[in-house]
């Protein structure tokens, strides 16, 4: 008999909950066990997120370049494109926004000094990043171009090797562990008196990001229906299979078969959509980057962080590329622009466990705009090929088609 594993979401919510639950009752010593556990987990992200950089985004720039055909590269930069928009979109939006619903609300801190000493983990143990985030994202940057450039394959296959081990650690180490980490944090915070203010603090801002979910499909399907000549509403009614799919399973991946059928259905060539339908699965992430944009800058008001225009349109850029080279995974995106916001936006540890907690809460809608803004990218792909089918289609669909 099959064991059905349980969604990350659902373990994100019950640590959640355990965590405020626990810390009603559970005695100092027993808390410090799980301080000194997220520590120990925190100091090891600190030490993998450059690996994790490297591993990702060097050997998929290698990839873009080998044999890509030209539908392949207008593919990828209108995936660039669309991501760009919705994190500016998303940015220009909560700078309009916040400042209104949040105001000058910060997270809560405890007062009492005992307590916070108490709450000090057994030990600790220092883990230094083999190179630092800045770093790691410049050495990605040439590695692959210059994998991109060379003929042989050795280098290649040796970072596709590597990639492979990164996206084991992601998946067998680092997402299992993170409801253990979750359920610390809020322990930590239950016992400081700090939970209930934190959640309540971000209901708003929850708020906000479903809501954008909603707005940027609507916004790129209008893009896609006019560059057609198609009714957009009509467009995105038909994608409605594929976003309630992706909120149950929370992965593009598994909802591919809708997605495609759903695609299809806005009168795609079938070709074009089994080309870019998987294609867009693993590199067009606008939901995620809007998440992503939407909750560090509500970080950065809460924690008074300085927010500066050109550090941040910077990140918006950087995280971009990231999100091309994201492992598709329960968390993935997160996972992969925490080296990112470290480095570009200064968040701490702390700052770094609320991000993805928060994150993973509504993971699913970030998924369901994935996968309903792929249809509308499918619908311009197609646009394009009918345009230069002697020069981008005909010529490239079947070198395309062995990539993907």
């Not at 991109?148 to 596709?160: A, D, E, P, R, V």
């Amino acid at each position: 008999m099959q064991r059905h594993k349980m969604p990350l979401l659902a373990r994100v919510a019950i640590a959640i909950v355990c965590g405020i639950l626990f810390g009603q009752f559970m005695p100092i010593w027993a808390t410090r066990i799980f301080i000194t556990f997220n520590g120990l987990f925190g100091n090891f992200l600190t030490f993998i997120i450059p690996l994790i950089i490297i591993g990702l985004v060097a050997p998929a720039i290698g990839e873009l370049g080998k044999g890509a055909g030209k539908l392949l590269l207008v593919s990828t930069l209108i995936a660039y494109g669309s991501t760009l928009f919705s994190g500016f979109f998303t940015y220009f939006s909560c700078q309009a926004i916040y400042p209104s619903i949040i105001g000058f609300e910060a997270i809560p801190q405890t007062h009492n000094e005992s307590l916070s000493v108490a709450l000090e983990p057994y030990f600790t143990i220092n883990m230094p990043a083999i190179v630092d985030v800045m770093s790691a994202l410049i050495l990605s940057f040439c590695i692959g171009i210059g994998l991109s450039l060379i003929k042989g394959q050795t280098l290649q296959n040796t970072f596709n090797d590597f990639r492979q081990i990164i996206m084991l650690i992601i998946s067998s180490v680092i997402i299992p562990l993170l409801p253990v980490y979750i359920f610390g944090m809020f322990l930590s915070m239950s016992v400081s008196g700090q939970a209930y203010s934190v959640i309540l603090l971000f209901l708003k801002v929850i708020v906000v990001v479903v809501a954008s979910h909603i707005i940027i499909p609507l916004i790129l399907f209008s893009i896609a229906g006019a560059i057609a000549k198609r009714n957009p509403l009509k467009l995105l009614k038909n994608m409605l299979p594929a976003y309630a799919t992706a909120l149950g399973t929370s992965s593009s991946a598994a909802t591919i078969p809708v997605t495609l059928q759903c695609t299809i259905s806005n009168k795609v060539r079938e070709s074009i959509a089994s080309f870019s339908v998987p294609l867009f699965a693993t590199i067009h992430l606008p939901g995620s980057m809007m998440k992503i944009v939407a909750f560090s800058l509500a970080f950065m008001y809460f924690g008074h962080l300085p927010i500066e225009s050109g550090i941040f349109i910077q990140f918006i850029f950087i995280l971009g590329i990231t999100m091309i080279a994201a492992p598709g995974v329960p968390g993935g995106a997160i996972m992969a622009a925490v080296g990112v916001i470290q480095s570009i936006l200064g968040f701490d540890e702390e700052l770094i466990g609320l991000m993805i907690t928060i994150y993973l809460a509504v993971d699913s809608f970030g998924t369901a705009c994935n996968v309903t803004c792929d249809g509308a990218l499918a619908v311009i792909i197609d646009k394009i090929a009918k345009k230069g089918k002697k020069t981008i289609y005909q010529s490239n669909i079947q070198e395309d088609f062995s990539i993907v």
